[in-house]
């Protein structure tokens, strides 16, 4: 378990509603992060999950409600924009550079940054160091050189978050993390997420069907269902709650 349940929000969705044609995708959805915070973010297929992630990564602009960072309102803002202030977000389908190495996965997500004052060598010194520093974090050493389009699926994922953190963020999104993963590499990537939200302080929103991974790894969970939160809490407070039970857990604790 992990992160502070006080302070302002660093991300904010307010009151979100999105529609698709006549069907309604999220209502009034109201879902808010803090730094430091990991929060898990679980319901049944068609809830709205992968919908409300499109709409905090700038995807898609919601029909109704307001995005926050820090208090200022960025529901216009591009998914780029966001990038660039902090917001990183990984996908259920995986979207490496297969045709570069591991490592150079890590070094083409902090090419944005530009020159500045600084000259190439210099720039390119730091980079390949932060790579290296992100890959030893993750257990992705060994592969470093290793083209991405030839991984295994959870070892790709792990590629994935990696590519994430190379440039250090303050807000990330994960959607179906530990998919594929084996149970050696499910407790890599907790531990990871745990170091990042404990020590540098980042906001974690993950999506995750993997109830018992959710459960012991987050420090808050939201329930949606049918385009609303159905509820909110820690993991003993939504496993308990009759509601939750009924439409997602089966009826059963």
Known sequence: MSGPDRG?????????????????ALTGVSLGLRAGEVCGLIGPNGAGKTT????????????????????????????????????????????????????????????????????RRARDRDRRARAAEVLAGCGLTPLGDSYAAGLPVGRARMVELARALADPPRVL???????????????????????????EGCAVLL????????????????????????????????????LVREAYLGGTA
């Not at 302002?8 to 309604?24: D, H, M, Q, W």
């Not at 216009?76 to 259920?92: C, E, I, K, L, Y």
């Not at 999104?173 to 020590?199: F, I, K, N, T």
């Open 207 to 242: 999506v995750e069907h993997n109830v018992a991974f959710v459960m012991e790894l987050c420090a808050r969970v939201v329930v949606l269902d049918l385009g609303t939160v159905l509820a909110e809490g820690t993991a003993a407070e939504v496993r308990a709650n009759p």
């Open 8 to 24: 302002p929000y660093v991300l904010e969705a307010a009151g979100v509603s999105v529609r698709f044609g006549g069907v309604r």
């Open 52 to 119: 409300l992630f499109d709409v905090l990564s700038g995807i898609r602009r919601p029909d109704g409600g307001r995005m926050l960072l820090d208090g200022t309102d960025i529901t216009r803002r591009s998914p780029v924009w966001r990038a660039r202030h902090g917001m990183r977000r990984t996908f259920q389908r995986q979207q490496l550079f297969g045709q570069l190495s591991v490592a150079e996965n890590l070094l083409v997500a902090q090419e944005w940054r530009g020159a500045g004052l600084r000259g």
């Open 173 to 199: 999104l994960l959607d179906e993390p530990a998919s594929g993963m084996s149970a050696p590499e499910r407790e890599r990537l907790a531990a990871v997420v745990r170091r990042l939200a404990g020590d």
